[in-house]
């Protein structure tokens, strides 16, 4: 399942469901840069809203989920109070409510652990925070019954300068557009690119003030 984030329907939401949503971030006074953005951002909160709607709502249950780069924010003892939820980052956090946190790099971790996951989510990390959009899904992917995450891209130009660590040399990053996705995305999905998914990948519709592109995906994982 693939859902591009389009000005319509981020109008319906603001009609009804953005206060509810709202509501329970403002539950927990968790200080953080993810809540902060939360907090701040009804766009933001929207792209929250389609990636973990129904573990907020209670409506899923007793679920393993592991949850990559997710920082901390006040919406997350609601999930975690109904399912075994895991938060992997490589940020420090303090210590929240029934939410098992674990300082790390994803990259280190193994993919199985113990046991399969039900759910492995990632909210805004791929393809441009982290560039290992594709290593990250032949890892986790045949070790979880799902993945979903929010991928963010730029169809018009749009670059960053970065220091690189342990080094003098400044980089100039350009950021991924919705091809170079679609490209990765294509290795897991075959023929199934098919031409409308294609023009929602090449579409430059955003809600966002900065003009960035954001889809939501949702893909079956190998775990049974
Ligand atoms: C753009 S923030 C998104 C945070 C949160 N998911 C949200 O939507 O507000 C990216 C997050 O990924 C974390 N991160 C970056 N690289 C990571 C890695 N290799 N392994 C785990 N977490 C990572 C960062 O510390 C940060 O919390």
């Known amino acids: 399942m693939i859902k591009f ?63 990559i780069g997710a920082g901390m924010n006040g919406a997350m003892q609601r999930i975690a109070e109904n399912n075994t939820y895991c938060v992997v980052d490589i940020m420090q956090q303090p210590a929240f409510g029934n939410v098992r946190y674990l300082q790390s790099a994803w990259e280190v971790l193994n993919g199985q652990g113990t046991v399969d996951w039900d759910i492995v989510i990632c909210n805004d990390l791929f393809p441009n925070v982290d560039q290992r959009l594709l290593m990250f899904l032949d890892k986790f992917l045949p070790h ?19 220091k690189r660590v342990g080094g003098d040399e400044m980089l100039t990053m350009l950021q991924w557009n919705g091809l170079n996705v679609a490209e990765v995305l294509g290795e897991n999905w075959g023929d199934k690119v098919d031409s409308d998914v294609m023009s929602g990948f090449t579409s430059n519709e955003s809600i966002f003030p900065n003009g960035r592109q954001v889809c939501v995906i949702h893909l079956p994982g190998g775990a049974t």
């Open 5 to 67: 984030i389009t000005k319509s329907d981020y109008g319906e939401y603001m009609s009804g469901r953005d206060q509810v949503v709202l509501e329970i971030f403002k539950e927990h006074n968790v200080k953080s840069q993810s809540q902060e953005w939360h907090l701040g951002s009804p766009q933001k909160r929207y792209v929250f809203d389609l990636v973990y709607g129904d573990l907020l709502d209670g409506h899923v249950k007793n679920r393993n989920i592991l949850d």
């Open 144 to 162: 979880c019954r799902e993945i979903r995450m929010s991928l963010t891209y730029f169809n018009h130009p749009t670059w960053y300068q970065a």
